[in-house]
């Protein structure tokens, strides 16, 4: 095929400094791709170009890399658990609220359209599914245009509440190998998929769900099949609790103890370990071993930000040497109002604008992702690299005056300011809008998949709720009986 494409004297480029293994801000620069692949970030590009583009009034990004994501039920939360209560859970929303706000296939494969529109809209060209398999799973992904790392769950017990504060486990050891079983087998056709932008990553649920067995069987494969593997853990004063009981260890130590801690490890979450102060834990080691270990860590500010909790702090991660990556596991799916939120929150919580620069953020959302994922051909600008860019606008008010393009991008413009959106090379979001998905009719089939939830509501909560009892609208509907009698 050999389509060579070229951006044009580009304003501002965020390319590929490889003396100084980093990125650097580039001016009046050309990009060219042809097919998949770049092929010149640089000035004055003489090679022959089948379409050429004005990058004058442009800043051209890296492709975003999310490492924490779940689209076939998030979306679907949107308006319900914003500000749910669980002080049985310390204001966790997992164990009240995930299980009662279900969604059903159909709404499911709208979630996922949704959550991925979103994305590509957002800047973000690679993503992380984190799900339960389901038919047509894989088409869905490659047919949205993104670059898709499929992570097919599997777990040993499934958790629930009979009370709304003590947390109770169904074990079904059984059933869980059967579904580590069937989850390899959809890793191996997402790695064989004719798109080529699929890949597989091992994912145990959750570190309390999961068997010792299984959890060392599933890194073993992950390691044989050189895949990436990821775990939650870490993300609740609870589950901290349980692992007390059932180990005397941390989430990191028991972890550790099974041996599947290395640099194909990604913590989702990792939030409570033995120095954050609501454990009131004696040791201090926790951060170091994620150091030393060369784990990963997937950071999601926005979902616990909403509950009050937050990483202590990213700063102070990324100075001890974590490789911290980014995920939006919520609605919305903006990927770059979640690098927003994850700069505020770490100043907020560390008490400083010094606990991380700008420059921080951005290298976890690009380079931090990558390197997770063991690739050096996404996440940056370079020849060799996929083919994988950001076209921003910077006439656009949000942008505007236009000192520093990347503060403008992430504090300001967000996704209002994100024009062009190429995965492999290939267009999938043109002047803000996307073009692989049909974003409307997503919606409003979710729309109506949010209702059939809420229907089902009672069925699903331990004591019978509904919908406006567990989570009431913001102000009471005038003319009408609510709120509901208690």
């Known amino acids: 095929m050999n389509n060579t494409t070229v951006i044009r004297n580009a304003d501002w480029v965020v390319g590929w400094d490889e003396a100084r293994g980093a990125h650097a801000y580039y001016r009046d620069i050309d990009v060219a791709f042809t097919d998949t692949e770049i092929v010149h970030v640089g000035a004055s590009y003489d090679g022959a170009a089948d379409t050429e583009i004005d990058g004058r009034d442009r800043l051209i990004i890296p492709g ?13 939360r949107k308006g319900i658990t914003d500000e749910t209560h669980s002080p049985g859970f310390h204001h966790s929303s997992l164990y009240e609220f995930l299980g009662t706000f279900r969604n059903d296939a159909e709404g499911g494969r709208a979630s996922v359209k949704v959550a991925i529109a979103e994305l590509l809209m957002s800047g973000c060209t690679t993503f992380t599914d984190l799900s339960a398999p389901y038919d047509g799973w894989l088409d869905i992904v490659a047919d949205s245009g993104i670059r898709g790392v499929i992570a097919p769950g599997f777990r040993s017990a499934r958790w629930y509440t009979p009370d709304g504060h003590s947390l109770q486990y169904e074990w079904n050891e059984d059933a869980g190998v059967k579904a580590f079983d069937n989850a390899t ?9 004719p798109s080529g932008r699929l890949s597989g990553m091992v994912y145990p649920a959750q570190i309390d769900t999961c068997t010792p067995e299984i959890l060392r069987d599933s890194f073993d494969y992950a390691e044989q099949e050189n895949l990436p593997w990821q775990i939650h853990a870490a993300q609740s004063v609870t589950e901290f609790q349980e ?6 260890k941390t989430a990191v130590q028991f972890l550790d103890s099974l041996g ?7 913590i989702g979450h990792a939030i409570f370990l033995d120095h954050h102060p609501w454990l009131h834990w004696s040791s201090r080691t926790d951060l170091d071993t994620l150091a030393e270990k060369g784990v990963n860590v997937a950071h999601c500010p926005t979902v616990f930000a909403r509950r009050g909790i937050t990483l202590r702090t990213l700063g102070s991660y990324i100075r001890k040497g974590v490789n911290v990556c980014l995920g939006t596991d919520t609605y919305p799916h903006n990927f770059l109002e979640e690098m927003r939120a994850a700069m505020m929150y770490a100043r907020v919580i560390g008490e400083t604008v010094a606990d991380l620069d700008t420059s921080d953020v951005f290298n976890v959302a690009t380079i931090g992702g990558a390197r997770a994922l063991h690739r050096d051909d996404i996440g940056r600008l370079a020849s060799g690299c996929k083919a994988d860019l950001v076209s921003i606008d910077l006439k656009h ?4 005056p236009m000192r520093e393009p990347i503060r403008s991008l992430l504090y300001v413009a967000c996704e209002r300011a994100v024009r062009d959106v190429y995965v492999d090379g290939r267009l999938v979001v043109e002047d803000g809008k996307v073009l692989t998905i049909d974003y409307e009719a997503a919606s409003e089939a979710l729309e109506e998949a949010q209702k059939r939830s809420l229907s089902h509501t009672p069925e699903l909560d331990w004591d019978g709720r509904t919908a406006e009892q567990l989570s009431p609208m913001v102000f009471p509907i005038a003319g009408s009986n609510y709120p509901p009698n208690e």
């Open 397 to 400: 008010p949000s942008m505007r």
């Open 185 to 193: 087998k959809v890793i191996e056709r997402a790695e064989n998929h």
């Open 243 to 248: 692992l007390q009981q059932r180990h005397g």
């Open 260 to 266: 599947v801690l290395g640099d194909r490890s990604i």
């Open 64 to 76: 975003l890399v999310n490492l924490h994501a779940h689209p076939a039920d998030e979306a679907l």
